[in-house]
């Protein structure tokens, strides 16, 4: 795989070198870790753009399987509220 062209967000790419030092990490190890966040974010959806499709089980209001299923598609052009996370 060809390494991203990394480019600095602004304001990161007018810091002086003492504002580097302040920050507890280099320029180049910044760039590093952008660079890796660009490569992994490539396969994101866009901005605005729809989100992919799955299913997934409703759960009861006690958190228990019901074996009942939502499809995201089932809501479109309806307000819905995405929360990923882990609860444990």
Known sequence: MAETKV?????MANLTPTQWVEMGISQAEFAER???RLERNLGAPEIGSLAPDFNLEILSSAGEQTGKKFRLSSARGQPVGLIFGSYT
């Open 7 to 11: 480019t600095l967000p602004e304001p």
């Open 34 to 36: 952008w660079r890796i």
